[in-house]
């Protein structure tokens, strides 16, 4: 079985605040992959990152960060300097198993005042 | 195309009527994925097609819902006798493998309501 958990649900900062959105998984596999998800107001998802279970190396593309920890079964976002453009829902996803469906979490809406 | 892309993107329905949305992968993804979003809620899976494999219908909320996907291209979902609790958005998405080795690409989703 599979599970992705977060725990925000909502987030307000004032832009140019910096913001971490946290990802909780459960996996009994070794191998996995985890995603995260951008849905903004329009409404499509639109992929942001993939990270595979073995390269825990953080990752760094402008202004967001992704934090892979195996120790603590989590995989945060932070953004920098937040926008307003980054109001969105952000979904952590999750693939494991023969299958490898991939599951999401609830989800994270984050909203950035100007 | 260029995307994932379902039809219709809106649905306005009769409780009790049969409801059939359709989902355009993007072409050669051997992976394809029906989830439903409740107004703000999280994606609910449904159900998952990786290929010739017979499909993971793990998520399907019951025997009204079925889905099937012709020629490992175009899918169907369809929902028998609908009740309002199916009102949702309906996304659709197809990824390049399916092992979670490739980034799934959604589509715009069908906005159903149940009157």
């Known amino acids: 079985a599979q599970k992705v958990t977060q725990a925000q649900t909502e987030i307000s900062v004032v832009e140019k605040e910096d913001v971490t959105l946290d990802c909780v998984y459960e996996t009994r596999d070794t191998t996995y992959y985890l995603f995260w998800y951008k849905q903004p107001p329009s409404g499509e998802l639109v992929f942001l990152i993939r990270?595979?279970?073995?390269?825990?190396q953080n990752e760094i593309s402008g202004r967001y960060s992704w934090n892979f920890q195996k120790s603590t079964s989590s995989f945060n976002f932070t953004i920098t300097a937040s926008q307003v453009v980054d109001s969105a829902v952000y979904f952590c996803a999750l693939s494991s198993g023969g299958y490898q469906k991939v599951t999401f979490g609830t989800g994270t809406k984050l909203q950035v005042i100007p | 195309g260029a995307g994932v892309s379902q039809s219709p993107s809106n649905k306005v329905t009769e409780k009790g009527k049969d409801v059939e949305l359709r989902c355009d992968p993007i072409?050669?993804?051997?992976?394809l994925y029906w989830y439903r979003q409740s107004l703000g809620q999280g994606l609910e899976f449904l159900i998952y097609f990786q290929g010739n494999s017979a499909p993971d219908k793990s998520g399907l909320p019951s025997d009204r819902f079925s889905a099937e996907r012709t020629g490992g291209s175009v899918s169907t979902l369809t929902i028998q006798r609908t009740q309002q609790e199916d009102s949702a958005v309906y996304l659709c998405a197809s990824s390049l493998g399916g092992q979670g080795r490739t980034e799934a690409f959604f589509g715009q989703g069908t906005r159903l309501t149940v009157v």
């Open positions: 072409s050669g993804h051997t992976a």
């Open positions: 990270r595979n279970s073995f390269d825990e």
